[in-house]
């Protein structure tokens, strides 16, 4: 099969529900005719298959952060030239930066963590300042932000002052596992309380 559009997504590739869910994103990519790059955090699997769909690499870093791991980013995309980057977690900010230099059409960030209630009480602080603005430059580079709930939509929105039209709430879905149900009785569910009397 020739394939004529290549997308790059970044995730940990462990047993998590999270990996699963985009180990199923990449193979339904296949199934529709699309070459798949896999990118996973360095250090930890060491996982490298280049020759498969879908093909899989490993950071330099074992959090892609560094010099090191743009370059290697830069590298990848001159080879493949994907039309689309998905990137998650702690390769956002590289992923997301490279990629808006090299021009990679389509540029996917997802949120997944609400900012601490305790740091933004505190916003005088340097490296807090530092990091809200590098977080508001890189949702700006990015084509849409895919919070995983509305609760982060409403905070991209107010906090990182991302535009409507670039937030699309995605859902992670987990894969459903029928062992649990088939385990179930066919008992109601019962609430018990207890109600302590002070002595």
Request: proline share 7%.
């Amino acid at each position: 099969m020739s394939f004529t559009k290549t997308i790059f997504i970044n995730f940990t590739l462990n047993t998590s529900a999270v990996a699963d869910y985009y180990r199923a994103l990449a193979n339904e990519f296949v199934h529709r005719g699309y070459k798949v790059v896999i990118i996973t955090d360095g250090k930890r699997t060491h996982k490298v298959s280049e020759n498969t769909n879908p093909a899989i690499f490993t950071w330099p870093s074992k959090r892609p952060t560094r010099l090191a791991d743009a370059r290697f980013l830069v590298k990848l995309i001159k080879r493949f030239r994907p039309v689309l980057i998905f990137s998650n977690f702690g390769a956002d900010n590289i992923s997301i930066f490279v990629s808006w230099l090299m021009k990679v059409p389509l540029r996917f960030v997802t949120y997944h963590t609400m900012l601490d209630p305790e740091v933004v009480k505190k916003p005088n602080q340097a490296a807090i300042i530092f990091q809200f603005f590098r977080k508001r430059i890189i949702f700006r580079l990015t084509t849409m932000v895919l919070p995983v709930a509305a609760a982060l939509k409403q905070e991209l929105s107010e906090v990182y002052r991302v535009p409507d039209e670039r937030i699309r709430v995605f859902h992670n879905a987990i894969g459903a596992q029928p062992e649990l149900v088939d385990n179930e009785t066919s008992y109601p569910p019962h609430l018990i309380s207890r109600r302590i009397i002070p002595g």
